[in-house]
């Protein structure tokens, strides 16, 4: 028979397999490298879900993004906030979220976007948080040609389909349109991240402008 202490260090061992298991799990669906890495999705999150091109089908934010996103997380773990959305609206679900894109995404003509400051992660068990910079080139159904650049935080989570998104904030400086060459010079070279699951190449320039004192000048070819 065995005694009540070997019962209680049977289930303490258990319980340690039980976790170690789960952890191996969590790294195996959710690794810290790789095309599946956080780090790694969100340079596809935005270089092939976000973009656009001439004749593409309306937007669909399901469709197109879905598999980023946490479609099933509850409001009290989900928020999304982007300051390009004109009502400034703070929504609890991604599926809401998407919803407010549907049709000023589909009156783009295009949307262009290079990475300015690669993804940066800080993960904590199941869940990571990361920080990555991008400018974006839209033209819009008229022609108009409009730029911005925005600093992009995500929090993701780790499912058993791998790592998700259950909070993302947006904020955006506009570039004037002298900072956008629509048509102009196409620069190769000041980033070239082939890390990205998706093989693209494209370049556009951005102009010199100015952030206070300080003149620079952006090109970009992913």
Same mark, same amino acid.
Request: aromatic fraction near 10%; proline fraction near 5%; charge should be positive.
């Given at each position: ?33 790789? $095309? ?17 091109? $001439? ?168």
């Amino acid at each position: 028979m065995f005694t009540k202490k070997t019962l209680n260090t049977v289930a303490l061992a258990m319980l340690l397999y039980s976790g170690l298991q789960a952890q191996a799990s969590a790294q195996s669906e959710c690794p810290d490298v790789g $095309p599946r890495s956080a780090a790694a999705l969100t340079r596809e999150w935005i270089l092939v879900g976000w973009e656009k091109h $001439p004749g593409d089908p309306p937007f669909d934010f399901e469709a197109k993004l879905g598999r980023f996103y946490d479609l099933e997380a509850t409001p009290a773990e989900a928020s999304f906030y982007d300051d390009f959305d004109p009502q400034h609206r703070l929504l609890a679900s991604a599926r809401s979220y998407g919803d407010i894109w549907q049709v000023p995404f589909t009156s783009l003509r295009s949307a262009e976007h290079a990475i300015s400051m690669a993804p940066k992660v800080l993960r904590d068990g199941s869940l990571a948080a990361v920080t990555m910079q991008f400018v974006a080139r839209l033209i819009t159904g008229d022609g108009e040609v409009i730029g911005i650049r925005t600093l992009s935080s995500l929090t993701w989570r780790c499912s058993e389909k791998g790592w998700k998104i259950v909070r993302e904030h947006n904020s955006s400086q506009r570039l004037s349109r002298d900072a956008i060459n629509p048509t102009g010079k196409r620069f190769e070279g000041a980033m070239n991240d082939r890390r990205s699951c998706a093989v693209k190449r494209y370049s556009f320039l951005m102009l010199p402008f100015r952030t206070t004192s300080v003149q620079r000048v952006i090109s970009f070819s992913i």
